[in-house]
């Protein structure tokens, strides 16, 4: 009882510290936005493509919801030596670390659906497989998030943090198939599309939203979950051998 009191305490310290803050609450709001006017007018069509558009801004959303404000927490924190006070709580690094990642997944959740709210407005999303949307929603959150711990904890200072994150992010906006399809890419930068757990998550949406998968969806929704396990154990194997002497 103790280490969830522990857990939910971090959470709720972190979402009112960080999350819950006008700027970062306009950003959720204006970023996914943005994106959506920027594709239309590239495109130049209209209402009709809203479904084809919507699993890449859905997923654009969540991928710099999470990463951007988790490479700030975590490395401020740990540059502030806040974060060695909280290993002082009893509880294990591995829940620690999944209380300090719960307010990104939570954000980047939240973040998935403005532009879901959007589109409800503007075309009909009857057709939609929720039951189908809604897990692939929240493991795009989570492997994301975890991508941003990973990159949290492999720099030193904020700026590092942010900087790296975008070594990552805008060849994922190309290669993962938010707004194009992946075997449209040429064929020697094809492979890398399958390296990064969005491509696995997009395609869901795609199927799921406008039935335009390439995967099979049990294949996807196994290979995001297994990146979210592996991304989380390298991370906490990291936070061992760099911050905890």
């Known amino acids: 009882m103790k280490q969830w009191i522990a857990f939910w305490s971090i959470v709720r310290k972190d979402m009112q510290a960080y999350y819950l803050k006008p700027p970062n609450i306009s950003w959720g709001l204006i970023f996914p936005v943005a994106w959506t006017g ?78 879901i709210i959007f589109a409800l407005f503007l075309t009909d999303l009857s057709q939609v497989v929720w039951i189908t949307v809604l897990p692939a929603i929240v493991l795009i959150a989570i492997s994301s998030t975890f991508l941003g711990l990973l990159i949290a904890v492999s720099v030193n200072e904020v700026f590092e943090a942010q900087t790296f994150s975008n070594f990552f992010r805008f060849p994922m906006i190309f290669l993962c198939g938010l707004f194009f399809p992946i075997t449209s890419i040429p064929t020697l930068l094809r492979p890398l599309s399958y390296l990064f757990p969005l491509t ?27 990146f979210c396990i592996i991304l989380f154990y390298v991370s906490i194997r990291n936070i061992h051998r760099k911050w905890i002497l």
């Open 38 to 115: 920027m594709f239309f007018i590239k495109s130049g069509s209209g209402l009709e493509s809203i479904l084809t558009l919507l699993p890449g801004v859905i997923a654009i959303s969540i991928l710099f919801g999470t990463t951007s404000m988790l490479a700030v927490t975590v490395t401020f924190e740990k540059n502030n030596r806040s974060f060695e006070r909280l290993l002082l709580a009893p509880i294990s690094l591995e829940l620690l670390m999944l209380a300090k990642t719960g307010g990104a997944i939570l954000f980047g959740v939240v973040n998935a659906f403005v532009p």
């Open 200 to 226: 696995y998550g997009v395609d869901i949406l795609h199927g799921a939203i406008h039935g335009k998968n390439i995967m099979s969806l049990p294949l996807n929704f196994a290979i995001i979950a297994g």
